[in-house]
């Protein structure tokens, strides 16, 4: 079974309004944890580095005002889009490392779609 | 992060093996070479990881080369559920960077 856990998997939101997108690590702890995000037939981009109990390092480019991520517990790391444009529609993924260097479970995944 | 060059797509039989190549001349001494496959509308799994010597799982082989500048990956009998993209990643921590992958098609 999913070992990290992404809720929801799909959202349609209007534009203007912030949609919130949760991570879980399931059975097994995480101080970080990925947010990646992916359009159509594009690969993974790495958004930003979660870190429980302090603030997210982002990458070059991701606007820290526009996906606020919060990493309250060792289980929940959760990436908020607030006022979201038809632009920031895409599929956004979750990883957490399994303590083996290099390898991350991955969420299933959750598609956005801004109207 | 090294540079990969991996084939845009490939395509094999079915029950055939598939031998998946990817070049990464610029790894570093430290750095693993993982594998991971994303199936259409699903986040990302992980394939296979090695250092230098080859390595095999219940997935996939993977074969590394002597110098380590480019490595292969190995479905011994693809099934249509293995059509996917699939990824080369050399890398050393938890932060891992994608390229653009090879979309491999498995034909029935």
């Known amino acids: 079974g999913a070992v990290v856990s992404q809720h929801p998997s799909r959202v349609i939101c209007k534009s203007g309004t912030s949609v919130k997108i949760e991570c879980r690590s399931l059975?097994?702890?995480?101080?970080?944890m990925f947010w990646y995000r992916q359009f159509p037939k594009k690969s993974l981009m790495l958004m930003a580095t979660?870190?429980?109990?302090?603030?997210?390092?982002?990458e070059q480019g991701v606007e820290k005002d526009k996906f606020l991520i919060n990493h309250a517990s060792l289980t929940l790391s959760t990436l908020t889009v607030t006022s979201a444009h038809p632009e920031d529609s895409s599929f956004y993924i979750c990883?957490?490392?399994?303590?083996?260097?290099?390898?991350?479970?991955f969420g299933e995944g959750s598609r956005l779609t801004v109207l | 992060d090294a540079k990969t060059t991996q084939p845009n797509s490939m395509e094999s039989n079915e029950e055939e093996p598939v031998h998946l190549p990817c070049n990464h001349s610029?790894?570093?001494?430290?750095?693993?070479i993982h594998w991971y496959r994303q199936l259409p509308s699903q986040g990302p799994e992980y394939v296979i990881h090695?250092?230098?010597s080859n390595v095999n799982n219940r997935m996939a082989s993977l074969a590394i080369a002597e110098d380590r500048k480019s490595s292969t990956l190995i479905l011994h009998r693809a099934t249509l559920r293995d059509a996917a993209v699939y990824y080369c990643?050399?890398?050393?921590?938890?932060?891992?960077?994608f390229g653009k992958g090879t979309r491999l098609h498995i034909l029935p």
């Open positions: 990883s957490a490392p399994t303590g083996r260097a290099g390898e991350l479970f």
């Open positions: 059975d097994f702890q995480a101080t970080t």
């Open positions: 979660s870190n429980e109990g302090s603030k997210a390092t982002y």
């Open positions: 610029t790894i570093s001494g430290t750095d693993y």
């Open positions: 090695g250092l230098t």
């Open positions: 990643i050399p890398n050393r921590d938890d932060k891992i960077i």
